[in-house]
């Protein structure tokens, strides 16, 4: 698969379970524990394989993406942090919703970031040959990703 979609279809993934979320009641705390818990872990393999595999070969391939990698992994800091305040809050917390909510916008903005304004320009840059090679090593990462959102390296910047 190539690298782009693979990034774009975790997006799709992590977006339907911000769905649910939201629509879940304000009272299924249990409900909204097992998503948080699925998003913490579909996030932490995510950035984790974007910034060992794919941040440093759309660097290399389009050395203009420089700045749009750079504040890409600003925004990873700030989302592993919120994961793993999350990973230990009680769903019943009043935070908890609220912590979720800010979040989400976080990573909507994100995603929207990358779709929109580089990964054209990596595809381009990278071609679909190259873009094969690293969706195949992604997925192959995704096996020994932490599940600890603060082993991510730019959680520790």
Do not use: C
Request: aromatic share 6%.
């Amino acid at each position: 698969m190539d690298g782009i979609v693979l990034l774009k279809e975790d997006h799709k993934t992590v977006e339907k379970l911000f769905k649910r979320f939201e629509k879940a009641d304000e009272s299924a705390h249990t409900e909204k524990r097992e998503i948080a818990d699925q998003v913490i872990a579909e996030l932490t393999t995510h950035t984790w394989i974007e910034e060992k595999i794919f941040y440093p070969a759309a660097r290399e391939a389009a050395p203009d993406a420089k700045d749009h990698v750079l504040e890409s992994v600003e925004e990873h800091h700030v989302v592993l942090w919120m994961l793993s305040e999350l990973k230990g809050l009680d769903p019943a917390d009043e935070r908890f919703d609220a912590k979720m909510s800010v979040l989400m916008e976080n990573v909507r903005h994100h995603v929207e970031e990358e779709e929109k304004e580089w990964f054209p320009d990596v595809r381009k840059a990278m071609g679909r040959n190259r873009l094969k090679e690293l969706g195949e090593e992604m997925e192959a990462a995704k096996k020994t990703a932490p599940d600890e959102p603060l082993a991510v390296p730019s959680a520790d910047r």
